[in-house]
């Protein structure tokens, strides 16, 4: 059974970084693509990021281009995100996701980070 | 990249049949045939229910369906059942990022 299991959540002050960690199991991790998808408070879900099997490719949405990294560890399997100068709108939960050809086969239960003063 | 627009609420009575409709652009729904919708109950994740346009996953009942024409995709549920009310959502590919729909709010009545 694929499991996803987010950490690294919180509460945050404008500017400030954190890093989402998601540990994987269930799969042979170093075979899929990964990603992060966030959700708003009440609101609809939004892409963030994506890696390939070995972490040479990273692709990103535009709003957290240059302010976020995705990375991995395939020896620990292991998803992470590390975001700096997070602002107030990157409040949402934060779910990581197993990407299997162009579709988002299985989720996290997510993180929450809270960006606010 | 804009969402992809979904009524905001269907609702039908069980056994009834219901279709959201995802409406995006020649950019996304209408560019790809990489059309997928999740199912989310309130507080928990979202879950796979449809992938490239119409394919179902292993474990998802044959009353969901998908289809696409154009720049709409559309999610049907037939025979709907009580623990069919959820929120569900669209994505698709768009070149590079993904774009996901407004989501929509299935009623059971």
């Known amino acids: 059974e694929v499991q996803l299991v987010e950490s690294g959540g919180g509460l945050v002050q404008p500017g400030g970084s954190l890093r989402l960690s998601c540990a994987a199991s269930g799969f042979t991790f170093s075979s899929y693509w990964m990603s992060w998808v966030r959700q708003a408070p009440g609101k609809g879900l939004e892409w963030v990021a994506k890696i390939n099997e070995d972490g040479s490719g990273k692709y990103y949405v535009d709003s957290v281009k240059g302010r976020s990294t995705i990375s991995r560890d395939n020896a620990e399997k292991s998803l992470y995100l590390d975001m700096n100068s997070l602002r107030v709108e990157d409040t949402a939960v934060y779910y990581c996701a197993r990407y299997d050809a162009y579709h988002f086969a299985d989720w996290g239960e997510g993180t929450l980070v809270t960006v606010s003063a | 990249q804009s969402a992809l627009t979904q009524p905001r609420s269907v609702s039908g009575s069980p056994g009834q049949s219901v279709t959201i409709s995802c409406t995006g652009t020649?950019?996304?729904?209408?560019?790809?045939?990489?059309v997928s919708w999740y199912q989310q109950y309130p507080g928990k994740a979202p879950k796979l229910m449809i992938s490239d346009v119409n394919k179902r996953p292993s474990g998802v009942p044959d009353r969901f369906s998908g289809s696409k024409s154009g720049n709409t995709a559309s999610l049907t549920i037939s025979g709907l059942q009580a623990e069919d009310e959820a929120d569900y959502f669209c994505?698709?590919?768009?070149?590079?990022?993904?774009?996901f729909g407004t989501g929509t709010k299935v009623t059971v009545l």
């Open positions: 020649s950019s996304d729904v209408g560019g790809y045939n990489y």
């Open positions: 994505c698709s590919f768009a070149g590079s990022p993904y774009v």
